[in-house]
C-alpha cells in the first residue's frame, strides 16, 4: 500500500513537470481565495440563491459553447503559448475585480460580466492544460501527473477557501482578489522557463468542424469513455454544482458567515486532498476502475443525504470531507483515463469534448439548483441531489453492459482500449 503511495509521486522526477506544478500550486491557491471571496461578495450584494446560480452558470457557460473549439485549437498550436495567455488574462480580470471591490464600487452586473470573461479564459486553458499535463510528462506517466495535479488542486482547495475566510474577516474581499492576481505571476514564471514534448497534429488542411467531427466519431465507438463522461457528468451537475450552494448553507442552514463558509470549503477539500494522496492511487491499482468510480457516486449521495439534515458545523464539515472524497476519484481518474485511451494528436479535443459534456453542463445546473434553492430550501436541493447520485450509481452498474466488469490493463497503451 506504501509503495503504490509513493510511486503516485514519480512524476515530479521529472524537472520540468516539477517546476510547472510548483508554480500551478501557488496560482491554485490564489484562485480558490477569489472563488471563496467572490461568491462571498454575491452573497452580500444579494442574499439570493438564484444569483449564486447565475454567477456559477456564467462562469461555466463558455465551457458549454467554446469547449470543443478549444480543444482543436490546442491540438493546433503551441500549448505553453497559449497557457501564458489564459493565464495573463485571468490575472488582469483578478486584478480588476479587486480594484472594483477595494473602491466599494462592485455592483452584480460587475461580477456577472467578470465571471463570464474568467469562464471564456477557462475554456480555453482547461483542455490546453490538461493536455499539457502529457507533454511535461509523457504518456507513461500521464495519469500520475494527471493525480497529482488533482493533488494540488485539492490541496488549494482546501488551503484557499479557509485563508480566504480569514482574509475577508481581517482585511476585506478585495485583498483576497488582489493575492489571487498576484499568485499567477508564479505560473506564468514556470510557463515561461519548462520546455515540453508537444505531439502536435500534422497539418491535414481540414477545418475545425472537421477536426470537431473526427473526435466526436472517435467517442461513438468507445462505450468505455462514454461511461467515463456519464459518470462525471452526474458528479458534475449534482455534486460540484452543489457546492455553489455553500454560502447560503453556511448561512441560513448553520447561521454562521465568511469563515463559517472557508471551514466548509476547506473541509470539502481535505477530503477531496486525502482522496487524491490515499485513495486514487489505490483505486487505479484496481483494474475495475467502473465499479470503483460508480460506487463513489453512490458513496457522494448518501453524504449529501445527511448533509441534507445537519445543522451543526463539525458534522456539516465531515458530510463535506467524506462526499468530497469521491470528487476526484471520478472526475480526475476519467481525465487520466480518457487521456492514455485517446490518441496523442487528438487528447485536447477528447478532453474538450470531456469538459463540454461535464462542466460545461453546470451552467443548466446552477441555474436550476440556484432557482430550487431559493424555492425549497438550500437543504431540500441537498436531498433530491443525493438521492439522485445513489440512483445514478446503482443504474450504472445495472444498466451500462459491461461496465462492472470491464478492467483496465496497466500500462496502458492507446491501443489497448478495451471495448467490452
Given at each position: 500500500m506504501l509503495r503504490t503511495i509513493v510511486q503516485g509521486f514519480s512524476p515530479l522526477k521529472i524537472p520540468n513537470f516539477r517546476m510547472y506544478i510548483s508554480g500551478q500550486a501557488v496560482s491554485l491557491i490564489g484562485t480558490w481565495l477569489q472563488v471563496t471571496a467572490q461568491s462571498w461578495v454575491v452573497w452580500e450584494l444579494t442574499h439570493s440563491e438564484a444569483a449564486l446560480g447565475v454567477v456559477a452558470m456564467l462562469g461555466s457557460l463558455p465551457i458549454l459553447i467554446l469547449?470543443?473549439?478549444?480543444?482543436?485549437?490546442?491540438?493546433?498550436?503551441?500549448?505553453?503559448?497559449?497557457?501564458?495567455?489564459?493565464?495573463?488574462?485571468?490575472?488582469?480580470?483578478?486584478?480588476?475585480?479587486?480594484?472594483?471591490?477595494?473602491?466599494?464600487?462592485?455592483?452584480?452586473?460587475?461580477?456577472?460580466?467578470?465571471?463570464?470573461?474568467?469562464?471564456?479564459?477557462?475554456?480555453?486553458?482547461?483542455?490546453?492544460?490538461?493536455?499539457f499535463l502529457g507533454d511535461l510528462a509523457g504518456m507513461g506517466e500521464v495519469r500520475k501527473a494527471v493525480n497529482m495535479n488533482a493533488m494540488f488542486f485539492q490541496a488549494s482547495r482546501m488551503i484557499g477557501p479557509a485563508l480566504a475566510g480569514w482574509v475577508i474577516s481581517q482585511w476585506g474581499a478585495?485583498?483576497?482578489?488582489?493575492?489571487?492576481?498576484?499568485?499567477?505571476?508564479?505560473?506564468?514564471?514556470s510557463l515561461v522557463a519548462v520546455r515540453a514534448n508537444q505531439v502536435q497534429r500534422?497539418?491535414?488542411?481540414?477545418?475545425?468542424?472537421?477536426?470537431?467531427?473526427?473526435?466526436?466519431?472517435?467517442?461513438?465507438?468507445?462505450?468505455?469513455?462514454?461511461?467515463?463522461?456519464?459518470?462525471?457528468?452526474?458528479?458534475?451537475?449534482?455534486?460540484?454544482?452543489?457546492?455553489t450552494m455553500m454560502p447560503a448553507f453556511a448561512s441560513k442552514q448553520l447561521n454562521g458567515n465568511a469563515s463559517t463558509l472557508g471551514l466548509l470549503l476547506a473541509a470539502s477539500g481535505g477530503g477531496a486532498l486525502t482522496s487524491v494522496v490515499f485513495i486514487m492511487p489505490l483505486a487505479q491499482s484496481r483494474k475495475r476502475v467502473g465499479l470503483v468510480m460508480s460506487l463513489a457516486v453512490m458513496w457522494a449521495g448518501g453524504w449529501f443525504?445527511?448533509?441534507?439534515?445537519?445543522?451543526?458545523?463539525?458534522?456539516?464539515?465531515?458530510?463535506?470531507?467524506?462526499?468530497?472524497?469521491?470528487?476526484?476519484?471520478?472526475?480526475?481518474?476519467?481525465?487520466?483515463?480518457?487521456?492514455?485511451?485517446?490518441?496523442?494528436?487528438?487528447?485536447?479535443?477528447?478532453?474538450?469534448?470531456?469538459?463540454?459534456?461535464?462542466?460545461?453542463?453546470?451552467?443548466?445546473?446552477?441555474l436550476l439548483i440556484g432557482g430550487s434553492?431559493?424555492?425549497?430550501?438550500?437543504?431540500?436541493?441537498?436531498?433530491?441531489?443525493?438521492?439522485?447520485?445513489?440512483?445514478?450509481?446503482?443504474?450504472?452498474?445495472?444498466?451500462?453492459?459491461?461496465?462492472?466488469?470491464?478492467?483496465?490493463?496497466?500500462?496502458?497503451?492507446?491501443?489497448?482500449?478495451?471495448h467490452a
Open positions: 469547449g470543443p473549439w478549444a480543444g482543436v485549437l490546442a491540438d493546433r498550436v503551441n500549448r505553453r503559448g497559449l497557457l501564458i495567455f489564459t493565464q495573463a488574462g485571468m490575472m488582469l480580470l483578478a486584478f480588476t475585480l479587486a480594484v472594483l471591490v477595494q473602491f466599494q464600487v462592485v455592483q452584480l452586473w460587475h461580477v456577472y460580466m467578470l465571471s463570464t470573461l474568467v469562464g471564456v479564459l477557462s475554456a480555453l486553458d482547461f483542455p490546453t492544460q490538461q493536455a478585495s485583498t483576497a482578489f488582489w493575492l489571487n492576481g498576484l499568485s499567477f505571476l508564479a505560473v506564468i514564471s500534422p497539418p491535414s488542411g481540414n477545418s475545425v468542424l472537421a477536426d470537431l467531427w473526427d473526435g466526436m466519431r472517435f467517442l461513438r465507438g468507445q462505450p468505455r469513455i462514454q461511461d467515463l463522461l456519464i459518470l462525471s457528468i452526474c458528479i458534475t451537475l449534482l455534486a460540484l454544482s452543489m457546492m443525504l445527511l448533509l441534507s439534515i445537519v445543522h451543526w458545523l463539525p458534522l456539516a464539515m465531515l458530510c463535506l470531507f467524506a462526499l468530497s472524497i469521491s470528487l476526484p476519484l471520478v472526475i480526475a481518474m476519467s481525465m487520466g483515463l480518457i487521456q492514455i485511451l485517446t490518441p496523442g494528436e487528438m487528447r485536447a479535443r477528447l478532453i474538450s469534448l470531456f469538459t463540454m459534456v461535464s462542466f460545461g453542463m453546470q451552467p443548466l445546473s446552477a434553492s431559493e424555492r425549497l430550501g438550500v437543504a431540500t436541493v441537498a436531498a433530491i441531489n443525493g438521492t439522485l447520485l445513489v440512483l445514478s450509481g446503482l443504474g450504472m452498474l445495472f444498466l451500462r453492459k459491461g461496465l462492472r466488469q470491464w478492467q483496465v490493463q496497466s500500462p496502458i497503451s492507446n491501443e489497448s482500449v478495451n
